[in-house]
């Protein structure tokens, strides 16, 4: 297997850029062509027009993790049991939520601004499960989700049959109000194809050491080096390949699969003309969307990530989404399979982020947990603010919340992390 991204296939190639050759100096550099380090490359070429920024990428800018996520822009999440109305851990769900709807107006800006077309329905997505005791509590969850301004209804039986074209879905909330779907590598390409002229990217460029150099930072590649008065990192919970250690995050390794288009009777009637989503309300549980052009994504593999998936593993992964696949649609097989790869996302022990100042001049944020197209779209615009000394109540609530949580060293951690990746499958495996 070829490990190719469905989502990039279909948006297409975007342009090549060179490697970083011989010593260079800029005012910025932004390690990381993500989400969150083009979105503060935009930032900085608006707020500093006169000033150089760099932008470095390992491999290819815009194909990384931020292209290969299953396309949810996130405004309100699923409360947890304990921040329901009433109980204690609502204040902190209101302040999340109200970041989550920042961020969420932050890509409809973007797209706005930088005319990006990448297929986004602003109809909202279902939080679906195939065991009722998954989804519990809900008239507390509906009235928790309408008090943070979501739009939320709950569905079942019959109607929710018709909407899904699945018998396989017990009850589902749908969540409207800032909740998005989109095809993820068109959205973080046009952010990397409508890049400022003052903003120089370098790909394939791997930062191998990051030290300070009097009053900035030089950052050395295999080919050349940058020197910069101020770096953002934005790597995601690779932090420590660029020398930042201890954030308290860590990277979960995903798969996904897309279908071919389904052009028969059976399927076009079954599926009508509207896309929709489906998050688990289980980490371990399976995400599932209709595409246009009736192509069904199936993510329903979850793990510690320790190492690269080899092709027999990402084969075996396959089966897995096929499985789900058949569950939910009769009929379909693995001949049905077009696209198959793998991704990552960063975690943290307390879902939320690492974000601040790791020393002077440099700043981190990481730490998406699943939620990083429109939170890593809105923390390139905070990081930038913060680096530069603006203050902001918005920056504040995401500075409040940035507590990732300790995380014990290796390899009791690597043990750790695998043990309870497991146990959450094993947890899920009736909504996987």
């Known amino acids: 297997m070829d490990n190719r991204c469905g989502w990039i296939a279909l948006a297409g190639e975007a342009a090549a850029h060179p490697r970083l050759q011989g010593r260079q100096a800029s005012d910025w550099l932004i390690i990381g062509g993500g989400i969150t380090g083009l979105a503060a490359a935009h930032t900085l070429a608006a707020r500093f027009p006169g000033q150089r920024i760099i932008l470095l990428d390992r491999q290819r800018v815009a194909q990384g993790a931020s292209a290969r996520n299953s396309g949810f822009a996130v405004s309100h999440e699923m409360p947890a049991p304990g921040e329901l109305l009433g109980k204690p851990g609502f204040a902190g769900f209101e302040v999340a939520s109200r970041i989550g709807v920042a961020a969420g107006l932050e890509v409809r800006k973007r797209m706005g601004e930088l005319a990006i077309d990448c297929e986004y329905d602003d109809a909202g997505y279902h939080f679906a499960v195939h065991q009722p005791a998954h989804l519990q509590q809900v008239d507390a969850v509906l009235h928790t989700l309408q008090a943070v301004g979501a739009s939320a209804q709950y569905l079942e039986g019959e109607p929710l049959q018709q909407r899904l074209g699945s018998a396989f879905y017990s009850r589902a909330i749908h969540c409207a109000g800032g909740n998005a779907l989109l095809q993820p590598a068109k959205y973080v390409r046009g952010l990397a194809d409508s890049l400022p002229a003052g903003v120089e990217v370098f790909e394939h460029s791997a930062v191998l050491s990051l030290r300070r150099a009097g009053q900035g930072w030089q950052a050395r590649t295999e080919a050349g080096e940058v020197v910069a008065g101020q770096v953002l990192a934005c790597v995601g919970a690779f932090l420590p390949r660029v020398g ?133 779209t809105l923390w390139g615009r905070l990081l930038v603010e913060m680096a530069s000394g603006a203050e902001s109540p918005l920056l504040g609530d995401v500075l409040a919340q940035a507590q990732p949580g300790y995380l014990p060293p290796r390899p009791f951690f690597d043990i750790g992390a695998s043990l309870r990746m497991a146990w959450e499958v094993h947890r899920a495996q009736h909504e996987r």
Do not use: M
């Not at 992964?317 to 990552?344: N, S």
């Open 244 to 376: 930042v250690h201890h954030s308290g995050t860590f990277a979960l390794e995903l798969s996904a699969s897309i279908t071919r288009p389904l052009t028969e009777p059976h399927w076009q009637n079954l599926f009508g003309e509207r896309a929709w989503g489906v998050l688990s309300t289980l980490p371990g549980g399976a995400t599932l969307r209709l595409l246009p052009g009736r192509r069904l994504l199936i993510r329903n593999t979850v793990e510690y990530r320790q190492r690269d998936l080899k092709p027999g593993q990402l084969q075996l992964r396959q089966q897995q989404h096929v499985q789900g696949l058949q569950k939910r649609f009769p009929g379909l097989g693995a001949q049905d399979i077009e696209y198959t790869w793998t991704g990552h996302l960063s975690g943290t022990r307390s879902g939320e982020p690492c974000f601040g100042r790791i020393d002077q001049g440099l700043h981190a944020v990481a730490g998406c947990n699943g939620s990083g197209v429109a939170r890593g």
